[in-house]
């Protein structure tokens, strides 16, 4: 085995003193965090009445209901899952472009390279929060209260919902988009619309177009579960036959979504690359 | 100023002009015809919704009212006349609030955990064999197609009603969302330090505890705050299903018609997901720097 040199190492420490001697606030900061984390953890759990008895015999449960469920069997309703399923179909496509519709206008007026006052924004942008904040279901429960039970109330809690989403999105890629074309128009004599027409929907429409192909299918996956609350699509099916426990048709409606999921995930990534695949590799 | 605009014969001219007009047609052709399927899925679409404008357009006025009267107390008043009468729950209401955020912060702490301890298992550099990094990502995908109600309504029913079951669909969703960040997360690495620390003999949890953690943890933590605030949201209407927090109250209240106390616990809930969609933005920008925060 060879020596090890000599390193001297007070030189070394006192070279890099933080390095060696790291001040006690720095090194304690990582397992405070972590402890206290913890100890919130445990409160929670406690607070939240999870004992090793509910939970084993939950698990037991769960055993049972997963055994229960195999194979997954439609019986003799596979037409109206099928139908159920072109309706939150339905409600995803449909809610996205309205909303879509909608926060484009709106966006505008929350982008800061249109409107420059910030006085006229804050409102605009404030509101789009607030719409965010509330979630999908309540919405769905809210429009239920105005047009009654159906998928139509589901289509206008995912477009409402949306919009605050979108109007976001939108502004922001708005703000992103180069500023010479609008100059270009703008030194050619074009109005303020035209400045939009020409010099900003040009740059902003692909990136909106593949913003909004992404939502369609993440908003599959809402619409699934908007129909728990009475908006219509499968997520009715699906807490009909969890409440009256008729598992292997769970299990089926499940696996319907799980497809449907990945059919629309896969058509939207191969229309978003038609749309700005080229802009992106070049 | 006379500007020297040479002007082509008229031959010349006309068959540019042509190619110009060919091509400015074919694209037209192009925009029409798919603006034109479009407009056909939207119309299937619309009949498979079950749409009825002349119901929207009669009953948009209701949409309209309902918000004129969330904001009325049964008195007749506005609500912010009477803030007392307002928030007479408010005691109560702040305790299920406590509670939807203590079940965000358990699910989102447990499904953490939990995705910490595969993510390594499932990311292309780390894993340590292919079968099982395959199994790992088609679990976590399962995890987070399924909509975390779904996964709550099933629990509801196993572990009975209450926020334990709201936790846990909180925590399965979570497995598979942070897992796929942290998997992306764990790709990107500078793979050098854990040549160098496997170099020296370790073991594969010395190479991921020595080698991989300094490098990602920032990363992790940030995904993690973002997901904590994603699950309060997420948690607020656990209850709806049955599964504990402030959601039971809004749904008894909206279909009861109990309509101030729709406005009051509504507006909470904005004000709590508000608190703690700064506070976390707050945490992320200190704890990482600027950049982390987009």
Redesign the interface.
């Given at each position: 085995m060879s020596k090890q040199p000599d390193i001297n190492t007070s030189e070394l420490r006192s070279r890099y003193p933080d390095v060696f001697d790291r001040p006690l606030k720095s090194r304690a900061a990582v397992p405070t965090i972590l402890v206290a984390?913890l100890a919130?953890?445990i409160f929670?759990?406690v607070?939240?009445?999870?004992s090793p008895a509910?939970?084993l015999?939950?698990?037991q449960?769960?055993g049972w209901?997963t055994m229960m469920m195999i194979p997954p069997d439609p019986g003799s309703s596979l037409p109206a899952y099928l139908q159920a399923m072109?309706?939150t179909?339905?409600?995803a496509?449909?809610g996205t472009?309205l909303a879509a519709l909608l926060a484009l206008p709106v966006s505008l007026l929350a982008a800061r390279n249109v409107i420059p006052s910030a006085w006229l924004r804050f409102p605009v942008r404030r509101s789009l929060?607030?719409i965010r904040?509330?979630?999908t279901?309540?919405w769905a429960?809210?429009?239920i209260?105005?047009?009654?039970l159906?998928?139509?109330a589901?289509?206008?809690a995912i477009a409402v919902s949306d919009f605050g989403a979108f109007g976001k999105l939108f502004s922001e890629a708005i703000e992103g988009a180069d500023k010479k074309q609008v100059e270009g128009i703008r030194a050619s004599g074009g109005s303020p619309l035209h400045e939009i027409r020409f010099g900003l929907m040009p740059q902003v429409l692909p990136v909106i177009a593949g913003q909004v192909l992404y939502f369609i299918e993440s908003n599959t996956?809402?619409a699934?579960?908007i129909g728990?609350?009475g908006a219509?699509g499968i997520g009715l099916q699906?807490?009909e036959q969890?409440r009256v426990?008729e598992w292997q048709k769970?299990s089926f409606l499940?696996l319907m979504?799980?497809v449907a999921?990945?059919a629309i995930d896969w058509i939207s990534s191969r229309l978003r690359f038609a749309i700005i695949g080229r802009r992106a590799v070049a | 100023m006379p500007a020297a605009v040479s002007i082509l014969p008229s031959q010349q001219l006309a068959a540019l002009n042509d190619a110009y007009r060919k091509a400015v047609s074919r694209r037209r052709l192009r925009t029409v015809l798919s603006v034109a399927a479009?407009v056909v899925?939207?119309f299937?679409?619309?009949?498979?919704?079950?749409?009825?404008v002349a119901?929207?357009i009669e009953?948009?006025g209701?949409?309209f009212s309902?918000f004129d009267r969330i904001f009325t107390l049964e008195s007749g008043v506005r609500v912010w006349n009477d803030i007392s009468e307002w928030f007479w729950g408010w005691d109560k209401w702040l305790k299920l609030l406590g509670?939807t955020v203590?079940?965000s912060?358990?699910g989102t702490?447990?499904g953490a955990l939990l995705a910490f301890c595969l993510n390594f298992l499932a990311a292309e550099n780390t894993a340590p064999s292919r079968w099982l990094r395959f199994v790992v990502k088609r679990f976590m995908e399962?995890c987070r197609?399924?909509?975390d109600?779904?996964f709550a309504?099933?629990?509801v029913?196993?572990?009975?009603l209450?926020?334990?079951a709201g936790?846990l669909a909180i925590a399965i969703h979570c497995v598979g969302a942070l897992g796929k960040l942290y998997g992306e997360i764990v790709e990107n690495i500078d793979m050098k330090p854990v040549e160098g620390i496997r170099s020296t003999g370790a073991s594969w949890i010395d190479c991921m505890r020595f080698a991989v953690l300094p490098q990602v943890s920032a990363g992790f933590a940030s995904y993690t705050l973002l997901r904590f605030e994603i699950n309060v949201?997420?948690a607020?209407?656990m209850g709806?299903?049955g599964a504990?927090g402030i959601g039971q109250e809004?749904?008894v209240a909206?279909r009861k018609f109990y309509y101030s106390d729709v406005s009051a616990i509504?507006l909470m809930?904005?004000v709590t997901?508000?608190v703690i969609d700064i506070s976390t933005g707050w945490l992320r920008g200190r704890l990482f720097g600027k950049e982390a925060r987009s």
């Open positions: 984390a919130l953890l929670g759990l607070e939240l009445d999870f509910r939970m015999n939950g698990i449960q769960l209901i072109g309706e179909l339905s409600i496509v449909l472009t929060d607030t904040g509330v979630d279901l309540i429960l809210v429009w209260n105005v047009v009654g159906g998928p139509f589901g289509v206008l996956r809402s699934t579960i728990i609350v219509g699906l807490a969890i426990l769970v499940i979504i799980l999921v990945a | 479009c899925v939207l299937v679409a619309a009949i498979g919704a079950e749409v009825n119901t929207f009953k948009i209701n949409f309902y509670e203590l079940i912060y358990v702490v447990v399962f197609t399924v909509p109600i779904v309504l099933i629990f029913i196993a572990f009975g209450g926020p334990m936790v949201r997420g607020s209407v709806f299903v504990g809004l749904v909206v509504l809930i904005i997901v508000f």
